[in-house]
């Protein structure tokens, strides 16, 4: 009876064992099916990004240039430009002539509105510049072009709010240009994914730092875009589901930055930043960079700082902040200004972004054909 039964138990076994390949045949294939099934807007979850070559490093960053940068993107972007100020409005036209100038075809969308604050009602304008419109997902790029308003009777000196956020706005439009071309070949790619540049009006207080009375352009968009089905006509999605990832880049110019980590949720990108940085650091690629890591450490916590991603934050998106703590020493002050912008830190800066925008998106720049021939 035992053994009979052990033998019986033997044969039970190797039944089960093969049904136990069939099912787990069976469960390879659903997850086959199952990954090219998966929701548009779980693809973010598990987006992996590229590691481009060191030749392919070199090529993309051939077209970086922090002197261009300075005369035709950041100088224009250095006057008063509170909101519904001369200045704002020509700051409004640098960024749009600029992107427009660009080959790759950037569609501008303009979200203008009015608001009131402790000055009374004002004009908003936040710009929205995305590279392939009919592309679900959006990895984005944010700045705010606004400066802090210093009533007249502070007025001894112009604030011009260089690092507060001229130069991230200058970086985000470096960045365009630099990658003009992949980013044209990519747009005319089949791919779902593309770039979106935001640039937000109103992100200071006008008067002092309230719920009401800061974050008007960011408040507003995210706002706007929860109600905006996205894909067009889509009736459970809206344009916020198409967010990947909202890297937003502020105060940024000072010497000696030290990114830290906010939000457990993105470290991995956090972490990736800091690889492109030990990666162009070994090819010296970097100017006045003595160790292997200065700016981006995923392991060090940074406590929650208030900015323009927080309505964006509240509605579930994935944040990525880059601003340095502590802050500029000059942050806030008559002394944010172009005198003291560190260059190499913003030129070090550009590269790392630049490459981190082009592995996200998958692109790999060409090479060019002699570059094996070249001394
Ligand atoms: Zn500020």
């Known amino acids: 009876m035992w053994k009979g039964a052990t033998t019986s138990m033997a044969e039970q076994s190797h039944r089960l064992s093969i049904m136990r390949s069939f099912y787990t045949a069976l469960i390879g294939l659903t997850f086959i099916f199952h990954t090219d099934g998966v929701p548009w807007t779980e693809e973010k979850l598990r987006h992996s990004a590229l590691t481009l070559s060191e030749d392919e490093i070199r090529a993309a960053l051939s077209h970086t240039n922090l002197e261009q940068m300075w005369q035709r993107d950041l100088r224009p972007l250095l006057v008063t ?25 950037w569609e501008v969308t303009e979200d203008s509105f009015q608001s009131q604050t402790p000055y009374g009602p004002l004009p908003f304008t936040n710009l929205v510049a995305t590279l392939n419109p009919s592309a679900r997902r959006h990895l984005v790029l944010a700045c705010h072009y606004d400066s802090k308003y210093y009533p007249p009777q502070w007025h001894g000196r112009e604030f011009q709010g260089a690092t507060d956020s001229a130069v991230p706005c200058a970086m985000m439009l470096e960045l ?92 991995s990108w956090l972490s990736k930043l800091q690889d492109i940085e030990k990666r162009l650091h070994s090819m010296n690629q970097l100017v ?5 890591v200065l700016y981006f450490w995923p392991d060090r916590p940074v406590g929650h700082i208030l900015d323009d991603h927080i309505p964006f934050l509240h509605r579930g998106v994935k944040i990525l902040h880059l601003i340095p703590y502590p802050f500029p020493a000059v942050w806030h002050t008559f002394d944010d200004n172009e005198e003291n912008l560190d260059r190499p830190t913003i030129e070090n800066l550009n590269k790392i972004l630049q490459i981190f925008v082009l592995e996200y998106l998958n692109i790999r720049p060409s090479i060019p054909s002699n570059s094996q021939n070249a001394p």
């Open 288 to 292: 006045g960079h003595p160790n292997s």
């Open 176 to 267: 365009a240009r630099a990658l003009d071309e992949e980013l044209k070949t990519q747009k005319n790619s089949s791919s779902n994914l593309t770039l979106q540049l935001i640039f937000f009006d109103g992100e200071e207080a006008l008067f002092q730092w309230t719920a009401t009375d800061s974050l008007y352009g960011s408040r507003h968009l995210a706002e706007k875009m929860e109600a905006t089905p996205h894909p067009k006509g889509a009736k459970d999605t809206n344009q916020l589901h198409g967010i990947d990832l909202f890297v937003l880049l502020d105060l940024i110019g000072a010497p000696s930055p030290i990114f830290g980590n906010q939000f457990p949720s993105t470290t």
């Open 81 to 105: 430009r509170y909101p519904g100020s001369a200045g704002s409005l020509a700051v409004q036209n640098h960024i749009k002539t600029t992107l427009a100038s660009l080959e790759a075809g």
